[in-house]
Nanobody
Framework: QAQLVESGGGLVQAGGSLRLSCAASLRTFANYAVGWFRQAPGKGREFVAAISWRGDNTRYADSVKGRFTISRDNAKSTGYLQMNSLKPEDTAVYYC?????????????????WGQGTQVTVSS
């Protein structure tokens, strides 16, 4: 059964950095786009970033553009989200996801597999 496991979350001060990882047990991980979404308390799931299956196309939410970088290592079946210049409003549970269509959609409905999430808390 396919599984995605996030790691790297934690507590950081505003202006700090964290790197999230998403380890996938998908046999054909290289064929999947990877997306990162987040959900803050009392809010819906929000798109953060996505990367296509080849890694040649990336998308970002306007709120994180220029601060976050999404990447992937197909040899390791792992996706990453480098988060710099973190702000208190970035506080949320972060989820990674995989989309077999491969394009890297902004819509969570397009994603087939999800991790359990990792908490990111940014203090002011």
């Amino acid at each position: 059964q396919a599984q995605l496991v996030e790691s790297g979350g934690g507590l950081v001060q505003a202006g700090g950095s964290l790197r999230l990882s998403c380890a996938a047990s998908l046999r054909t991980f290289a064929n999947y786009a990877v997306g990162w979404f987040r959900q803050a308390p009392g809010k819906g799931r929000e798109f953060v970033a996505a990367i296509s299956w080849r890694g040649d196309n990336t998308r970002y939410a306007d709120s994180v553009k220029g601060r976050f970088t999404i990447s992937r290592d197909n040899a390791k079946s792992t996706g990453y989200l480098q988060m710099n210049s973190l702000k208190p409003e970035d506080t949320a549970v972060y989820y990674c996801s995989a989309d077999r269509l491969g394009g890297g959609s902004r819509s969570y409905n397009e994603y087939n597999y999800w991790g359990q999430g990792t908490q990111v808390t940014v203090s002011s």
